[in-house]
């Protein structure tokens, strides 16, 4: 009878551990399919700028001012399964403009929820800058929001914290879209009691979830009635006008 017992209990636990690596396996392949590609003109835009600068670095995908000199770096985590250089020409324009030095993660697993790295992971890559704004598209700025207690600044793209954040001073821009089918209005509202005080919301007018990046439509959006080009001028100058704001204070 024990002898029997034993066996039992041998397959049960041989088909738990089995069951658990078909989850882990059927995870991996999960995230693996239908990730959004970067539309190719945008960032070929980037790429061609002579003021901007790329370093395809371990930390992350580096977006630096050409004649250097920043003084405030943004760290950005794209939204779930979309590659992060969808991000690179949207985000150009604070490089360009403001000097900012941007790095964009890699989420494992393209997740960023899978991805347990701190800020000083991706930090590291440009040691030398002392203010560091976090931000994230979506999925990435709920994550965003979780790193947050290490950063300067918060900088959310089409996206809502579930961390609190409202007893904080935290300097936060919250930026959607009244076309977003995803992270609606109404959602971003709805989450707004979490941020602090002082956070400042807007609504880019025409702006769909997949308008803050580069990678085509995407299922369950709105229909976007702002061109690619004026949503890019537009985020470069609220992103540029939280920088500016953030640089006068620190």
């Known amino acids: 009878m024990k002898r029997r017992g034993r066996r039992v209990v041998g397959w049960i636990l041989g088909g738990l551990g089995a069951v658990i690596v078909l989850g882990i396996v059927g995870i991996v392949v999960w995230s693996q399919v239908g990730v959004m590609a970067a539309e190719p003109e945008p960032l070929a835009s980037v790429r061609e700028n002579p003021d901007v600068v790329i370093d395809d670095a371990d930390q992350g995908i580096v977006l630096a001012p050409a004649d250097g000199g920043s003084e405030v770096g943004l760290v950005f985590i794209p939204g779930a399964k979309v590659d992060p250089w969808a991000y690179a020409a949207i985000l150009q324009g604070i490089v360009e403009e403001d000097h ?42 709920v994550r965003a929001c979780q790193l947050a207690s290490d950063a300067e600044a ?22 959607a879209g009244s076309e977003d089918g995803l992270s609606t209005p109404e959602k971003i509202a709805d989450a707004r009691p979490l941020l602090p005080a002082e956070a400042e919301l807007v609504e880019i007018d025409g702006a ?32 540029g006008r939280f920088v500016d704001e953030l640089a006068a204070v620190g």
Do not use: K
């Not at 793209?157 to 821009?173: E, G, I, M």
């Open 154 to 175: 918060l900088l959310l793209f089409a996206s809502y914290c579930s961390a609190d954040l409202s007893d904080t001073d935290l300097p936060v821009l919250s930026l």
């Open 208 to 239: 769909s979830h997949a308008s803050f990046g580069d990678y085509g439509p995407q299922p369950g959006d709105g229909t976007p009635t702002i061109s690619d080009d004026e949503m890019h001028t537009t985020v470069t100058d609220l992103a």
């Open 100 to 141: 900012v030095t941007v790095v964009i993660t890699r989420p494992w697993l393209n997740l960023a929820f899978f991805d347990p790295r701190g800020m000083d992971a991706f930090t590291s890559a440009e040691p030398e800058i002392d203010t560091w704004i976090v931000g994230g598209h979506s999925l990435g700025g």
